[in-house]
């Protein structure tokens, strides 16, 4: 389980259809307890988790449903690739 107790934690979940979407789409994002809850769902469900603060604290930013900035595709990019090394291992 996760680190209730700290306030400052942000997280955002992405949801990403290359058939239907031309960028990632924010589907959560939160701070504090409800960051530490969407990381929790997340977990229980088998979604990948990247920790990058900085990343975290600017999607949070952005509206839920929303496509991500163009400013941001690179360092997306660079996260989705980590997600893809982790999988090729773990199969």
Same mark, same amino acid.
């Given at each position: 389980?996760?680190?209730?107790?700290?306030?400052?934690?942000?997280?955002?979940? &992405?949801?990403?259809? @290359?058939?239907?979407?031309?960028? *990632?789409?924010?589907?959560?994002?939160?701070?504090? /307890?409800?960051?530490? /809850?969407?990381?929790?769902?997340?977990?229980?469900?088998?979604? *990948?988790?990247?920790?990058? @603060? @900085? &990343?975290?604290?600017?999607?949070?930013?952005? @509206?839920?449903?929303?496509?991500? *900035?163009?400013?941001?595709?690179?360092?997306?990019?660079?996260? /989705?690739?980590?997600? /893809?090394? &982790?999988?090729?291992?773990?199969?």
């Amino acid at each position: 389980m996760t680190n209730h107790d700290d306030k400052n934690k942000r997280a955002a979940a &992405l949801k990403y259809e @290359p058939d239907k979407d031309s960028a *990632p789409k924010i589907t959560a994002t939160g701070k504090g /307890l409800i960051a530490a /809850l969407i990381i929790d769902k997340a977990r229980e469900n088998g979604v *990948p988790i990247v920790e990058n @603060p @900085p &990343l975290a604290e600017l999607l949070t930013t952005i @509206p839920l449903g929303t496509e991500i *900035p163009v400013e941001l595709y690179e360092v997306v990019a660079e996260v /989705l690739v980590q997600i /893809l090394a &982790l999988d090729t291992r773990c199969n």
